[in-house]
């Protein structure tokens, strides 16, 4: 389960092993160990550098497989969702006017939600 988790993630963010490696200052064969499940136990230490590396909260890299699935998932839906934006011409300038419109749209369920209670 970790060992899978960092793999995917480390491809994600386009690392390799050598790479992941040098920036966590973590064997590469210890790494790998970790990768393959052959080493099921690192420390919280080692998860802790490694997911420092991969800019991921600790709790992601010990995600199960079923939430880790929903988070690819997920974060890929938001890739789409950016990737949506920006072929519709919205700049970068303008994200924070649309947050604002999704905390209202947000703040007015809350209330209808509320409400009808």
Do not use: C
């Amino acid at each position: 389960m970790i060992g899978k988790n960092i793999n995917v993630l480390r491809k994600r963010k386009g690392l390799s092993l050598s790479d992941l490696s040098h920036q966590s200052g973590i064997s590469k064969s210890y790494l790998s160990n970790i990768e393959r499940s052959l080493n099921q136990n690192p420390s919280i230490q080692i998860l802790e550098k490694v997911a420092s590396v991969l800019k991921v909260d600790l709790n992601v890299l010990l995600e199960s497989d079923n939430n880790f699935n929903k988070l690819q998932q997920t974060d890929q839906e938001l890739v789409d969702f950016i990737s949506e934006l920006k072929k519709s011409g919205i700049e970068k300038d303008n994200i924070q006017e649309y947050r604002q419109l999704i905390e209202f749209i947000n703040w007015q369920n809350q209330n209808i939600k509320l409400n009808n209670n």
